[in-house]
């Protein structure tokens, strides 16, 4: 796979009476250790709304903010007190993860703040909506909400180098093994995630429907968000109808729109199907039942989170270059020991070519299902699992880029999903998603042209964060730092 690069912006400081450029050693520093105003010119600014590039253009940004969008040539250098040199660079706004794990059950915090963290920002991942951030026990500590939230006020403040919590979900929700929810229990813990203000509620696949409508119902009261996995026994139309703010993975589709889809979701016992059912909701997918299901989504505004990733490591579990990824070596090994073990099982559930090329066909059915629904108007946003298994954190959010590329999206399209159209999402397109006077000023430096090859996305000079400027040495000690960090 082609390694993550990361090239060393030039910069320039001009001291207002001194006209006199820093010296090398100097320019290595990050803009956070400077003054909080600074000009970066000579960029090419891509409208992620349209396309449109801004040549040879200047941005000055000030306490956090875009101040000034202009033409390079129209401003006089001398007027600005530190100045960088963007030349032929490209600029985006910072990438969002619609759909990270950071805390895990009884998980060490510092592989969220020394492994995760680091990977995020040295990617130019500033924003992240994480999708089990609360523990349902007091035992899956240390990391709970609690913490979490005093991370997120951290970041914020500039304390810690870490992506914005944008949002942050409940525990994944699943009824209890012997008995349902009942209407009261329901109501309660619906009220105590409004009172811990919880962003999201996740659900999960052992929800049961009657369960799911209860939650919905008193979610919509509290205007709490449900997303997550769907309930095996619902449909992903009767989801959306009843409430549904994101479905998240791209089986659903699968499990919805073959002729034995009403027998499968009565009797399923995991959302893992057995092969040759695999084979059968490949070969028998029924177009017109998934089209039907595209605008049952559209008209609840039920958005859509596809990690085709997940799905492209079960496909791809065997395959030797796959499994030995140059970025392996930012993983634990503890952790990247897990991630073979777990690729050596789905492999070992069916190892002959018939079990293998039903997950191989199962991950690229998705990849067409994405590629219809867009074209259908389903909105899609970039969400990764990152730290699933073979799902690099920071690096997933590029490589999800790709494989949306993959299903048909445009490159413009593909970084939509993960900026503009992440934060309309949000309810926060006043303040992110694109480059404009009065956002915040989170948006990275390419060096080549994202809209004429996706893979430029992974070719960062500097990243630009919380109004500071974080050049390639900065980016590069993240990754050192994740390198180095021991489990």
């Given at each position: 796979m082609k390694f993550f690069k990361i090239v060393l912006l030039t910069m320039a400081s001009i001291q207002i009476g001194f006209a006199q450029n820093i010296d090398a050693q100097e320019s290595s520093n990050s803009m956070s250790e400077l003054e909080s105003t600074f000009l970066i010119q000579n960029a090419n600014i891509i409208n992620v709304e349209n396309g449109q590039m801004l040549s040879d253009h200047s941005i000055l940004v000030s306490d956090g903010k875009i101040k000034s969008i202009s033409p390079t040539k129209e401003l006089n250098s001398i007027n600005f007190s530190e100045i960088i040199d963007a030349k032929g660079s490209f600029v985006i706004p910072g990438l969002w993860d619609m759909h990270a794990h950071l805390r895990g059950n009884n998980l060490p915090?510092?592989?969220?703040?020394?492994w995760m963290m680091p990977l995020f920002m040295a990617n130019g991942v500033t924003g992240i909506r994480d999708m089990t951030s609360s523990c349902e026990t007091d035992d899956q500590g240390p990391v709970c909400l609690a913490q979490m939230r005093e991370w997120q006020k951290e970041i914020e403040a500039g304390t810690l180098?870490?992506?914005?919590?944008?949002s942050l979900s409940s525990f994944q929700l699943n009824s209890p093994r012997e008995r349902d929810y009942t209407k009261q229990e329901i109501k309660l813990m619906v009220e105590t995630f409004d009172e811990r203000n919880i962003d999201l509620i996740k659900v999960y696949t052992d929800l049961s429907p009657k369960a799911y409508k209860r939650v919905t119902h008193e979610a919509k009261k509290h205007n709490i968000?449900?997303?997550?996995?769907?309930?095996?026994r619902m449909t992903i139309s009767r989801a959306s109808t009843k409430g549904l703010r994101s479905l998240e993975h791209a089986r659903d589709f699968l499990f919805d729109c073959f002729p034995d889809s009403k027998s499968f979701r009565k009797l399923a016992k995991s959302q893992d199907p057995p092969i040759d059912v695999m084979h059968a909701m490949v070969d028998q997918f029924e177009e017109k039942k998934s089209q039907k299901i595209f605008q049952v989504m559209i008209r609840n505004k039920t958005w859509y989170v596809p990690t085709h990733l997940t799905r492209r490591m079960e496909a791809f579990a065997d395959n030797f270059e796959f499994l030995n990824d140059d970025r392996n070596q930012y993983i634990p090994t503890m952790l990247l020991n897990s991630w073979k073990n777990d690729a050596k099982h789905v492999v070992a559930i069916d190892s002959t070519k018939h079990g293998r090329d039903a997950y191989m066909k199962f991950y690229r059915k998705g990849l067409e299902i994405t590629g219809k629904a867009h074209k259908a108007g389903v909105r899609i946003v970039v969400g990764t699992d990152g730290g699933d298994s073979f799902v690099h954190p920071g690096f997933s959010v590029h490589d999800e880029l790709k494989e949306l590329v993959k299903a048909g999206l445009t490159p413009l399209e593909a970084i939509q999903a993960a900026t503009l159209h992440s934060a309309e999402f949000l309810n926060l397109q006043k303040s992110f998603g694109s480059i404009e006077v009065g956002k915040n000023a989170d948006f990275i430096l390419l060096q080549q042209n994202p809209l004429a090859d996706i893979e430029n996305t992974q070719n960062m000079k500097a990243v630009i964060y919380r109004g500071e400027y974080f050049?390639?040495?900065?980016?590069?000690?993240?990754?050192?730092?994740?390198?180095?960090?021991?489990?």
């Open positions: 915090s510092e592989i969220i703040t020394d180098d870490g992506p914005r919590f944008l968000p449900v997303g997550g996995h769907i309930p095996l050049n390639s040495d900065k980016l590069n000690s993240w990754l050192d730092k994740a390198r180095n960090f021991k489990l």
